[in-house]
């Protein structure tokens, strides 16, 4: 017996949490050899151009798609600043961390959707938001009741922060700025907008960038970024929310942190301390009570 299409897009969400975790971890083993700004540009154009290449072969990349292009390039700067902090805040930030800061978008999302397009949550849903924030903050704080206290968050776990917002913020906008464009079209003039952002601020480091002496392990999570992490996990997001309500989708955000540390595992780095893995079992928790909160 086959998996009902709600299944189906639990599926794709699980594939797109490990995708997404792989990005922290793999990202961190690069972060110190390359300059941000030159990295997500060239993660933007491998991506761009398969994105460009799906959306001219599916609905085509009419002219009238990209009127009022002011709207992309808000949204690609949002989105260049969230990859570029992402990866300067992963030179000192451990990746659990990171993955943990991540894990705050959905509470900043709820808070930029009530903003931007008045949308309110249920009280469930905002039950689990606070127990998945704290589940994070556990995390970010490593677990020391007394850098929790003194707020003394780590500095790259506060740059991603703004990174974070700048994430938070897009998915909203995303809503408010389409005007019923393909959402294949709608990405590519996104993420084109965001690769002439990244040069203009970003040509210096581009061009002081000595590409053809980066290593053989830059290259290849590039690929993995480019390819895994961006284009498909873009596919497996539309898919999935295709098939599951949006909050559904959203709580997935949760497994990040439990991803990364199987990612760390994986790669050598050992298990986190107990305590922290606290924190972790409590952003489980948010995605079990996300996952039941509609239907």
């Known amino acids: 017996m086959g998996l009902s299409e709600g299944a189906r897009g639990h599926l794709a969400m699980l594939c797109f949490s490990a995708l997404v975790a792989g ?16 990295l997500t540009a060239i993660r933007f154009l491998f991506a761009g151009a398969v994105i460009g290449a799906a959306a001219a072969l599916g609905p085509g990349l009419r002219p009238s798609y990209f009127r009022a292009p002011w709207r992309y390039l808000l949204l690609g700067g949002a989105f ?6 992402m ?4 030179k000192t930030a451990p990746p659990v961390s990171t993955a943990a800061v991540f894990t705050l978008t959905p509470i900043l999302s709820g808070l930029f959707g009530w903003l931007l397009l008045q949308q309110v949550t249920t ?3 905002a039950l689990a938001l606070a127990i998945g924030g704290a589940g994070a903050l556990w995390v970010i704080f490593r677990a020391d009741l007394q850098a929790l206290m ?7 776990e506060a740059i991603f922060f703004v990174g974070v917002v700048a994430h938070a913020a897009y998915t909203p906008l995303v809503r408010r700025l389409n005007r019923g464009e393909p959402t294949l079209a709608f990405t590519f003039g996104m993420m084109l907008a965001a690769l002439l952002v990244l040069g203009a601020y970003g040509a210096p480091a581009i061009a002081g960038t000595d590409w053809a002496a980066l290593p053989l392990r830059v290259w290849l999570v590039l690929g993995y970024l480019a390819f895994f992490a961006s284009s498909m996990t873009f596919v497996l997001l539309q898919y999935a929310a295709m098939r599951l309500p949006a909050a559904k989708v959203m709580a997935y955000t949760y497994l990040t942190p439990s991803f990364v540390i199987g990612w760390e595992i994986v790669l050598g780095s050992g298990v986190p301390r107990v305590l922290i893995l606290v924190g972790v079992g409590l952003t489980a928790l948010a995605l079990a009570l996300l996952l039941k909160d509609e239907g």
């Open 80 to 85: 260049a600043l969230y990859f570029v902090l």
């Open 150 to 156: 003194a707020f003394d968050i780590g500095r790259g």
């Open 87 to 90: 990866f300067e805040g992963l």
């Open 123 to 125: 009280p469930r849903m």
């Open 23 to 38: 990005s922290f971890s793999f990202g961190s083993l690069i972060a110190n050899q390359i300059d941000p700004v030159a």
